[in-house]
């Protein structure tokens, strides 16, 4: 059984950082892709960014240049540092995860996915 939980959230003031975690538990997940979702109120949940292909990342246009993903040795754990965060990057924050080999063309799709996490709550606020 795949389980995945993230961690990290809160509360942060514009133009601070945080650093959110996911831990996959259940297997080896070294080859999986790992991906970054988040939900705002009212929205729907969109593409943070994956780490997929080995050491491969892609970024939304919207994180781009503040955002970095990592994983570990292991490939177990991901990583989300946000740097200079804004008040529009509140959002709960889910970690994704699938097996299959994705192309670039599905990776924002949150279907492409096959486990997901419980969310973690990020607010940028003053």
């Known amino acids: 059984q795949v389980e995945l939980a993230e961690s990290g959230g809160g509360l942060v003031q514009p133009g601070g950082s945080l650093r959110l975690s996911c831990a996959a538990a259940g297997r080896t997940f070294r080859s999986y892709a790992m991906a970054w979702f988040r939900q705002a109120p009212g929205k729907e949940r969109e593409f943070v960014g994956i780490s997929w292909r080995g050491t491969q990342t892609i970024y939304s246009n919207s994180v781009k240049g503040r955002f970095t993903i990592s994983r570990d040795n292991a490939g177990n754990t991901m990583y989300l540092q946000m740097n200079n965060l804004k008040p529009e990057d509140t959002a709960v924050y889910y970690c994704?995860?699938?097996?299959?080999?994705?192309?670039?063309?599905?990776?924002?799709?949150?279907?492409?996915?096959?486990?997901w996490g419980q969310g973690t709550q990020v607010t940028v606020s003053s």
């Open positions: 994704a995860i699938t097996p299959r080999s994705l192309i670039a063309g599905v990776i924002r799709d949150t279907r492409s996915y096959d486990y």
